[in-house]
């Protein structure tokens, strides 16, 4: 048995690692297989070097036509299963085709790469960074190994931070009017605000702000739309009479939110949205959308 | 929602409630044993989450805050803990915001801002502020008020004031107040909003619900009032008109009245009394219904306590015109309010009075403008009817009485008798005897006929009959005691000069003479007696000067007498006003007056002639005759003999034979006087007693044809007594010989009988004939005297 498994199995084990693999952030992502994983944290612009080792198994050769390392930025659509755009793909020759007897080092290194794109899990695609290695066989198949990393690009307070403040109403039975402090948030961000009521007619039970995420993917007609509501934060408990203002301040750390992604690779969008809600006696829901961008702050 | 929740429903969810708290509680505290932070807020906030039930009443609702009250304190000792861990309170107080549901949240809030403001990081008033406006969120009334109160609760040791530990830079005390008067209009908002939750048909128990949490709203002017920084500037610019304020803009009784009550009995006096005006400005913005009366009251009470309190505080009162202000302001009250029931405005005029008196005792035209006011009020309205209203005017009324202690201010007060006039007949009754007994309580003395007149003037209810009023409605009972205090009244009347007396007594003769039939009986003797009292005093001036033109003189004063009792015995009251002219001869013959007495005693007999037609009266009367003529003295021969002779004369004329017997020998003392120029005529003292023998004689006989047995043998006795008698003075006519008649006769009349013997009679002349014995064994003059007596 044992030596039939093994004439399947790679004559060799590549490990893949990072040069500052110590020192080096980590950031979890979540696996196929639903369990998170730690992984080396990578942004844009970065130098990503390392060493990639193949050590045969004991007394057994490796021939070969060739090892490579690639660097890959993938977008995976879900209902496109099996079908990846990469948007990044930078290679690194490692060896001449021959045969390796022993355990082999590659030094190798990409300087300064491109990832425009965060790494990102979504309901329907995902993006992730990869670095592939290659043995290429002759008539048998290639030995290849991933090393999955993560990005995650930081940017600058914008300069132009409006708040975000509206009325809205049904005619003779609710006015209100709200405001929340920014249009902008970061992911550690609070946001205040307050409503105020001018005029109120219906029995309101209670009101609630939630945060919504809606991730749209594919274009035109295959264009598909995932909302989650991540967080659902009560504001106010009981019925409010006109005049009466009720502040907001919500903490974002606690949600795992991402920033706001626009057209990655024409592939798909990521929103946010703050979506007052206010419930009445008879479980009625009120309700106003409005999108808030998201984005990373430099810590 | 519960449209009708039985109390056991209610019950069953107060256990879930308090279970489900005990549940997470039970995990809280596993986590706070394992310092684990994140389980502590994640089973705190589930613990709390119980708090948000709407279906328990505030009663009940209570009952499970109270607990979850007693783990949040629990969680807070736990906090402070891990604040010393290292912990940053600023990160713990971001951290409890995380909770999705507002209440819990708040609660938690509250709880790490207390650990805030006590680790001092951060300023106490930014804590403070923000916990007050955070708590917004809760817009149910119930929830929200039992958050604020905790949130009242925790803080009120941290507030930065003056000399706390939390003062922060300036003036943070401000901040502190601020607070609070935010976190107090907040609540009553609330509290005000309750009522218009839920059906209205279930106003009535919401109401109920309401009072039960109004304290919760009360504690915070509690809190304000402890607050040191506040001095009087402070209350008086930026306190008072902010509570007020808010007071007067929820426009709701129930809270109206409370809350007002509550700034009256949590602030100090003094500052009452700074800002009387603007506290008594609020009143007439209440609203209609809102019980103003006793809010004033308390005012009132508790400012005229306060006066009373020290001496030292009278001139500020004095200085802020505070009698000025609450007159004014009850007038305002009043006219705002036409609504106002007449006992209301009524019980307002009471309490200001009462102000009046205790803080300007002095001052006796406050509390005449004061009755007046209440005239004006009343003026142009018919009687009033309201039982309540009377209970009040009596309360006006007795109030200056009760305080004075001395009806003669009272009587210095021009609108009071006004305000009698509009009560009804009955309560002017009551009134007039609240100030007679007011008057014999204090013993004050009424000394002059100006004071006796407008006295009278007060209380005719009782002394005459008032228009339309049916006499048969009254109590037989009533009506005495009534007029009895009237008749202890009168000798309540007095002077020590003579003619000053003489005028009380004549005004009083003037009110009282207006009685009628059925109170003269009562008043007269009263007044008869005051008058002799006078005679009497007058009588032993009698030697010191006779001057002709005082008015004041036994005999004019007898004539007065005499006319009174004329009135009386017109009434007719025959048999009293008989009495009373015994009464007056006798004081006339002390007095030396002897054509007065004469006069006196032939009215007697003139009354005993023509109006005494009952035999048992008439009995009576001719004894008091016999008895009142005995004494005089005054009398010559000629008018003696008359009188005596009119007395056997009638005596033996009564109708019944033992009557007449026993007047008869009562007349013999007539002739028989122990005194030093006395009359002693023995003759016809034996006369006399023979008479009655005679007379005793034919009705023993009577007795025996009519009822075939012996009539009474105690007449025989009761001569012989008599017999005795005269025999021991001295009278020559009554002879051992006479007695030993006697003696013999009735023994064999008790012999001789056949009937069965009365046995009182027989002690009675066993006794005699002991005392004979007696008398003859003592030996002495007296011994020999009987020594003839054989037994």
């Not at chain 1, 066989?137 to 300069?159: A, D, G, M």
């Not at chain 2, 607070?179 to 218009?196: A, C, D, I, P, S």
């Not at chain 2, 013999?668 to 023995?682: A, C, P, T, Y």
Request: hydrophobic share 35%.
């Amino acid at each position: 048995m044992n030596y039939i498994i093994g004439a399947f199995k790679p004559p060799c084990i590549i490990k893949i690692i990072f040069s500052d693999s110590k020192t080096r952030k980590q950031a979890s992502i979540k696996k196929e297989n639903g369990q998170t994983t730690m992984v080396p944290l990578f942004q844009s612009q970065e130098t990503i070097s390392g060493e990639v080792s193949i050590e045969p198994f004991h007394g057994k050769k490796v021939e070969h036509i060739g090892v490579k390392v690639e660097l890959l930025g993938q977008i995976e659509l879900y209902f496109d299963r099996g079908n990846f755009y990469d948007f990044t793909s930078l290679v690194r020759e490692l060896d001449v085709p021959g045969e390796i007897y022993e355990r082999k080092a590659y030094p190798f290194e990409f300087s300064t790469v491109e990832m425009p794109y965060e790494s990102y899990n979504g309901v329907n695609v995902r993006l992730r960074y990869i670095l592939k290695v290659t043995v290429s066989r002759n008539y048998v198949s290639n030995i290849v190994e991933y090393q999955e990393f993560c990005v995650r690009n930081y940017s600058t307070p914008p300069t132009i931070n409006n708040s975000i403040k509206m009325e809205v109403g049904i005619e003779d039975c609710l006015h209100i009017e709200f405001e929340y402090n920014k249009s902008k948030y970061h992911l550690k961000d609070v946001i205040i605000g307050k409503i105020y009521f001018l005029l109120v007619r219906i029995k309101i039970k209670n009101m609630e702000l939630e945060i919504r995420r809606r991730e749209s993917t594919g274009s035109g007609p295959n264009t598909y739309v995932e909302t989650e509501t991540l967080a659902k934060f009560e504001l106010m408990d009981g019925a409010p009479v006109r005049g009466e203002s009720i502040p907001i301040r919500l903490f974002l750390s606690p949600y795992e939110l991402t920033p706001t992604y626009r057209n990655i690779n024409n592939k798909y969008s990521v929103k946010y949205f703050l979506n007052l809600v206010l419930v009445d006696e008879e479980d009625r829901r009120y309700f106003k959308q409005q999108e808030i961008t998201v984005y990373r702050l430099l810590e | 929602m519960l449209p009708d929740a039985g109390g056991e429903d209610e019950d069953k969810w107060l256990a879930e409630g308090i279970a489900g708290l005990q549940h997470n509680a039970f995990y809280m505290h596993r986590a706070l044993d394992s310092n684990n932070l994140r389980d502590a807020l994640k089973y705190s906030a589930q613990m709390l989450s119980e708090l948000r039930t709407s279906r328990l009443s505030p009663h009940k609702y209570y009952e499970l805050y109270m607990r979850g009250f007693d783990e949040l304190r629990k969680l807070e000792m736990f906090f402070k803990e891990e604040t010393r861990r290292g912990c940053s309170v600023i990160d713990l107080y971001e951290l409890v915001q995380h909770a999705g549901n507002i209440l819990p949240r708040l609660y938690l809030l509250c709880t790490v801002g207390s650990v805030c403001i006590k680790s001092k990081e951060v300023p106490a008033k930014d804590i403070l502020k923000d916990l007050v406006e955070m708590c917004r969120g809760i817009q149910h009334p119930v929830r929200g008020l039992f958050l604020r109160s905790y949130l009242c609760q925790i803080s009120r040791d941290k507030l930065p004031d003056i000399g706390s530990e939390y003062e922060g830079d300036g003036d943070s005390f401000i901040d502190a107040v601020e607070f609070v008067l935010q976190n107090f209009t907040e609540m009553n908002k609330l509290w005000v909003r309750m009522q218009h939750q839920g059906p209205i048909r279930e106003k009535e128990r919401r109401d109920k619900e309401r009072r039960e949490l109004r304290d919760l709203v009360g504690k915070n002017l509690h809190v304000l009032s402890q607050i040191d920084g506040i001095d009087l500037d402070m209350y008086k610019d930026t306190v008072l008109p902010r509570v007020l304020e808010q007071v007067v803009n929820c426009k709701d009784e129930l809270a109206q009245h409370y809350l007002m009550d509550c700034i009256i009995q949590v602030f100090p006096d003094e500052y009452h009394l700074q800002t009387l005006e603007t506290l008594l400005g609020a009143c007439p913005q209440l609203q209609p219904t809102v019980d103003i009366m006793t809010v004033l009251s308390q005012l009132m009470d508790r400012l005229s306590n306060y006066a009373t309190s020290s001496t030292e505080i009278l001139p500020e009162f004095l200085q802020v015109e505070a009698f000025a202000k609450l007159s004014n302001a009850i007038g305002k009250v009043i006219d705002s309010q036409p609504e106002m029931p007449i006992f209301g405005a009524i019980t307002l005029y009471v309490s200001l009075l009462t102000f009046t008196l205790r803080v300007h005792p002095d001052r006796l035209d406050y509390v005449d403008q004061v009755l007046g006011a209440c005239v004006k009020k009343l003026s142009g309205k018919p009687k009033i009817e309201d039982n309540r209203a009377t209970k009040q005017i009596v309360a006006l009324l007795s109030a200056p009485v009760e305080k004075y202690n001395d009806i003669d201010t009272a009587l210095k007060l021009t609108n009071y008798p006004r305000i009698m006039d509009h009560l009804d007949n009955g309560t002017k009754k009551v009134m007039a005897v609240v100030i007679i007994q007011s008057i014999m309580k204090n013993n004050t003395y009424i000394s002059t006929a100006e004071k006796v007149e407008a006295l009278f003037e007060l209380i005719k209810g009782l002394i005459k009959d008032m228009d339309g009023t049916q006499d048969d409605e009254l109590d037989e009972e009533d009506f005495k005691e009534e007029q009895n205090s009237v008749a202890r009244l009168i000798h309540m009347l007095y002077n020590d000069d003579p003619d000053e007396m003489l005028e009380i007594i004549q005004t009083v003769r003037k009110h009282i003479l207006l009685g009628g039939p059925k109170r003269l009986s009562l008043t007269v003797p009263p007044l008869i007696f005051s008058a002799l009292k006078l005679v009497r005093r007058l009588q032993v001036h009698e030697g010191d000067e006779v001057t002709e033109d005082v008015p004041a003189t036994p005999k004019k004063i007898f004539q007065i007498l005499n006319q009174i009792i004329e009135a009386l015995s017109s009434v007719p009251s025959s048999e009293l006003s008989l009495r009373l002219y015994l009464q007056c001869a006798e004081a006339a013959n002390d007095c030396d007056l002897e054509p007065v007495a004469y006069e006196f005693l032939t009215q007697a007999f003139i009354l005993y002639e023509e109006e005494v037609a009952d035999s048992k009266a008439q009995v009576t009367a001719i004894h008091l005759i016999i008895g009142t003529l005995q004494r005089m003295t005054v009398f010559g021969v000629e008018n003696r003999d008359t009188l005596t002779h009119k007395a056997t004369g009638y005596s033996a004329k009564l109708l019944k034979k033992p009557d007449q017997c026993r007047a008869v020998y009562a007349c013999s003392h007539l002739f028989w006087v122990e005194s030093q120029d006395g009359i002693k005529d023995g003759e016809r003292v034996l006369l006399c007693l023979k008479r009655a023998l005679r007379i005793a004689n034919a009705a023993q006989q009577m007795a025996n044809v009519t009822r075939g047995s012996s009539g009474p043998v105690t007449l025989f006795v009761e001569i012989l007594n008599k017999y005795l008698h005269f025999f021991e003075k001295g009278n020559p006519q009554i002879t051992s010989s006479a007695i030993q008649g006697l003696i013999e006769l009735i023994m064999t009349e008790m012999q001789s009988d056949s009937s069965p013997s009365d046995p009182s009679t027989d002690a009675f002349f066993s006794s005699t004939i002991r005392y004979i014995q007696f008398q003859k064994q003592k030996g002495g003059a007296m011994g020999e005297k009987y020594e003839p007596i054989k037994i």
